[in-house]
């Protein structure tokens, strides 16, 4: 393995981006947030998203900040130049021109080199050091969560037992798009515009033009957040060119649902990608796929996390693995407090939902796009008021009080390890400050996937910073060690 600038990837391997990747990376590299990316490509937030979060995984990266630094130092003109050689080497046939197509490509490098040091935006700034606690507190460490990696997948003929079941595997081990396709069993959905956080039910966004409420012929899936997907083979490629590999397959069952708003299988197929080490899933009904599930989080345990050793058809071939401990958090010894830490490391989001103040907002009857306002529902008119909790991720997020929505909100970066960072008596919000609520204490929890602020008020929670790629002690900045009720972690 070697280490770029940018993150770790297998010395002599060369990713492979599709167009629109590429696209995704230059606008990473120019320091763009998922909504900008969205606007400038013409997609929905959800897309954005996803097209940030494969880049990523491609790389084998865990921020888009690392992302950025790989591919502004792959566009480098030294760094093309060097592949350049490479290319021209490797051909025997054209080892006689190599020497004049580089001259050649030499002039247009040194060109390209006052252009692209124009353009390239400068590197962010050196992070904020984290303050010093009090001699007299000290910070308990963080309980260190060891997540197994995906194991040794079966080998190539390994059988169900079960012919229809092993025609889906077989088809996606032998990265054939037309039979997986075939046996896709798709709906057909009323379309409507998909806003973040996606709303239930889940529906499936309009084409261009295609008026809302139009049937539209889908798979459901799951990437971070449950959404649909139109049948082509834009995330079969994306699993083939991985190399995907058969990992485990288990029963559905109560111990082990589909995600929330979707449809269950009768079994479940878990699939590693021999690039990454991580991996996705199917949920298979009756010899169908019924729904795609690329993870988000740790795999295998994600998913095989808490199957009961009875459901397994094939455990994994190094076992199944042990549960993912849950870390027992710090506590402040405030009964209003508390209970939120708790429900945020341990991932319960109904228990946040049940906490949340919710304030009036104008709504439209019409939102055009990220940073618009909530739609409003049925019976109330243009500009009238609904209530919603008061979320900043890098544009206002409109949320209800309901479990599913803070999950589709959550997943994404508390499907990782996290913990608490610190907490202290609030101060201003560091950003949308004509919006965000102070409230009194704020809870700073850091994870392997991003940092949050949670501001609260008598045990509510009033306002949330899921920042844009903010380093936790960004929201510790200017508070006096005095005044932390818990301590910066070290």
């Not at 709906?187 to 539209?216: F, K, R």
């Not at 609904?386 to 599913?404: F, H, I, K, M, N």
């Not at 609260?456 to 009033?462: A, M, Q």
Request: negative net charge; proline residues 12%; charged residues 15%.
């Amino acid at each position: 393995m070697t280490t770029t600038q940018g993150g770790t990837h297998r010395a002599g391997a060369q990713p492979e981006f599709s167009p629109r990747q590429r696209e995704v990376l230059d606008l990473l590299a120019r320091g763009r947030t998922n909504p900008e990316i969205a606007g400038e490509l013409g997609i929905s937030l959800d897309g954005a998203k996803w097209h940030v979060s494969e880049v990523m995984s491609i790389l084998g990266v865990s921020s888009r900040e690392e992302a950025a630094r790989w591919w502004r130092e792959r566009q480098r003109p030294t760094a093309r130049l060097a592949r350049l050689f490479v290319a021209l080497r490797a051909g025997p046939v054209l080892a006689g021109i190599a020497a004049v197509v580089a001259a050649g490509a030499l002039v247009v490098l040194v060109v390209a080199v006052a252009g692209f040091t124009r353009d390239e935006e400068p590197a962010s700034p050196t992070e904020t050091p984290t303050p010093t606690p009090p001699p007299t507190m000290t910070a308990s460490p963080a309980t260190s969560r060891t997540v197994p990696g995906a194991g040794t997948p079966w080998p190539a003929g390994t059988s169900t037992g079960d012919a229809a079941l092993d025609a889906v595997i077989d088809a996606v081990l032998d990265r054939d798009d037309a039979r997986v396709q075939a046996l896709i069993r798709t709906a057909d959905v009323p379309c409507g515009p998909v806003l973040y956080p996606q709303a239930e039910p889940i529906v499936p966004e309009c084409p261009s033009g295609t008026p809302e409420g139009t049937p539209i012929t889908a798979l459901p899936l799951v990437s971070c957040s449950p959404q649909w997907s139109r049948p082509n083979s834009a995330w079969t490629d994306s699993v083939f060119n991985r190399g995907p590999q058969l990992y485990a397959v288990y029963r559905q069952s109560a111990a082990n649902p589909a995600p929330p708003a979707l449809p269950a299988g009768e079994y479940v197929v878990l699939f590693t990608v021999t690039q990454l080490g991580r991996g996705f899933a199917l949920h298979v009904d009756a010899g169908q796929i019924v729904l795609a599930d690329f993870l988000c989080g740790p795999f295998p345990n994600l998913l095989t996390d808490g199957v009961p050793a009875s459901d397994f058809v094939l455990e994994p071939p190094g076992g199944i693995p042990a549960p993912i401990p849950v870390e027992v958090p710090r506590l402040t010894g405030n009964p209003e407090i508390d209970p939120i830490i708790i429900a945020l490391v341990t991932n319960s989001y109904a228990a946040l939902a049940g906490r949340v103040q919710l304030f009036p907002e104008p709504c439209a009857a019409d939102p055009q796009g990220v940073g618009s306002p909530p739609r409003c529902p049925d019976g109330v008119p243009d500009g009238g008021s609904v209530q919603t909790a008061r979320v900043a991720t890098c544009e206002r997020a409109y949320l209800g009080d309901s479990p599913g929505q803070w999950e589709g909100l959550l997943r994404p970066s508390f499907a990782f390890p996290h913990n608490v960072y610190a907490v202290f008596p609030s101060q201003p919000p560091q950003y949308f400050t004509d919006w965000l609520p102070a409230g009194e204490v704020t809870v700073v929890i850091s994870g392997d996937s991003g940092n949050s602020a949670w501001r609260l008020d008598n045990g509510r929670i009033v306002g949330v910073e899921l920042g844009c790629g903010f380093a936790a002690d960004y929201y510790t900045a200017g508070v006096p060690a005095a005044d932390f009720i818990l301590p910066p972690l070290p």
